[in-house]
């Protein structure tokens, strides 16, 4: 059975506090109690730039072992060169990210809505260009590269070079498409993203009810985990609301260990 880690996407979250890190707690601070809930978290700050190795070394002292950050692939590769001349780009990444050992997850390659399969020379030049000593996950948002032959000609060359299909629930790529490619892994590991609508702006808490979509997920977990032997999952906030529950209510439906927010609570003492 595989290895499953569930998290979510960012720690850094204002509206988090009183629902889930506990009331008055410094943003300084979130970090420090994420890490005792979850052991796997999606860092978005990547996509803007390069990690400084400042804040690469914070993340190593203040993560426990066997916590891992999965991070974006900055925006300048995937958004503005897309993908093509950015050797340069690429290998400061790679070399300055590998400061995480094994604190690092899996590198997200996220491309734009605009990427379409009309780019697929760009894709095919651009993947046997990344290392094989970090693990790399891509998520299209543009469901046609899922379709037809172009779906065939991405898994055969992602399975050539390790690399995994982002399999995700969002309004660019159905749910419904991303399961019917379970049966088709490309590498020996999985990358789940959950996302939802952008008219959420409070995410405080819970507010939208996916009992039915998580229900479908879990069964789909059941599949995979029989094929893969490491699973990562990430929960955006507008997926239901709030990320670190939707994170714990799956966890649940997976039988996983859960950590109640409310343990970070400190008691006062009696004495």
């Given at each position: 059975?595989?290895?499953?880690?569930?998290?979510?996407?960012?720690?850094?979250?204002?509206?988090?506090?009183?629902?889930?890190?506990?009331?008055?707690?410094?943003?300084?601070?979130?970090l420090d109690l994420y890490v005792r809930v979850f052991d796997t978290v999606e860092v978005d700050s990547t996509f803007y730039?390069?990690?400084?190795?400042?804040?690469?070394?914070?993340?190593?002292?203040?993560?426990?072992?066997?916590?891992?950050?999965?991070?974006?692939?900055?925006?300048?590769?995937?958004?503005?060169?897309?993908?093509?001349?950015?050797?340069?780009?690429?290998?400061?990444?790679?070399?300055?990210?590998?400061?995480?050992?094994?604190?690092?997850?899996?590198?997200?390659?996220?491309?734009?809505?605009?990427?379409?399969?009309?780019?697929?020379?760009?894709?095919?030049?651009?993947?046997?260009?990344?290392?094989?000593?970090?693990?790399?996950?891509?998520?299209?948002?543009?469901?046609?590269?899922?379709?037809?032959?172009?779906?065939?000609?991405?898994?055969?060359?992602?399975?050539?070079?390790?690399?995994?299909?982002?399999?995700?629930?969002?309004?660019?790529?159905?749910?419904?498409?991303?399961?019917?490619?379970?049966?088709?892994?490309?590498?020996e590991f999985a990358y789940v993203r959950w996302m939802g609508p952008r008219e959420l702006t409070d995410f405080s808490r819970?507010?939208?009810?996916?009992?039915?979509?998580?229900?479908?997920?879990?069964?789909?977990?059941?599949?995979?985990?029989?094929?893969?032997?490491?699973?990562?999952?990430?929960?955006?906030?507008?997926?239901?609301?709030?990320?670190?529950?939707?994170?714990?209510?799956?966890?649940?439906?997976?039988?996983?260990?859960?950590?109640?927010?409310?343990?970070?609570?400190?008691?006062?003492?009696?004495?």
């Open positions: 059975m595989s290895e499953i880690h569930i998290g979510t996407q960012g720690w850094n979250y204002e509206d988090w506090v009183g629902g889930f890190y506990p009331p008055g707690t410094k943003s300084s601070e979130f730039a390069v990690p400084a190795e400042n804040a690469l070394s914070s993340w190593i002292k203040r993560a426990p072992a066997g916590f891992t950050y999965s991070l974006k692939l900055p925006q300048q590769i995937t958004h503005e060169l897309r993908l093509q001349d950015a050797e340069a780009i690429l290998e400061q990444f790679c070399a300055r990210v590998r400061m995480l050992e094994a604190k690092l997850g899996i590198v997200l390659i996220q491309l734009p809505p605009d990427f379409s399969p009309r780019m697929w020379p760009s894709l095919e030049k651009f993947i046997p260009q990344l290392p094989m000593d970090v693990r790399f996950a891509v998520e299209f948002r543009d469901a046609a590269w899922l379709a037809g032959e172009s779906v065939n000609q991405v898994l055969r060359l992602f399975e050539t070079h390790g690399v995994a299909l982002a399999l995700v629930d969002s309004k660019w790529i159905p749910r419904e498409l991303s399961l019917s490619l379970l049966d088709r892994p490309t590498a819970i507010q939208i009810n996916r009992d039915r979509e998580l229900a479908t997920w879990a069964e789909a977990f059941a599949r995979l985990r029989q094929q893969t032997p490491v699973i990562f999952g990430y929960f955006n906030n507008h997926y239901q609301g709030h990320s670190p529950g939707s994170s714990n209510q799956f966890k649940q439906l997976l039988g996983l260990p859960v950590v109640a927010p409310e343990s970070l609570i400190v008691q006062p003492s009696l004495f």
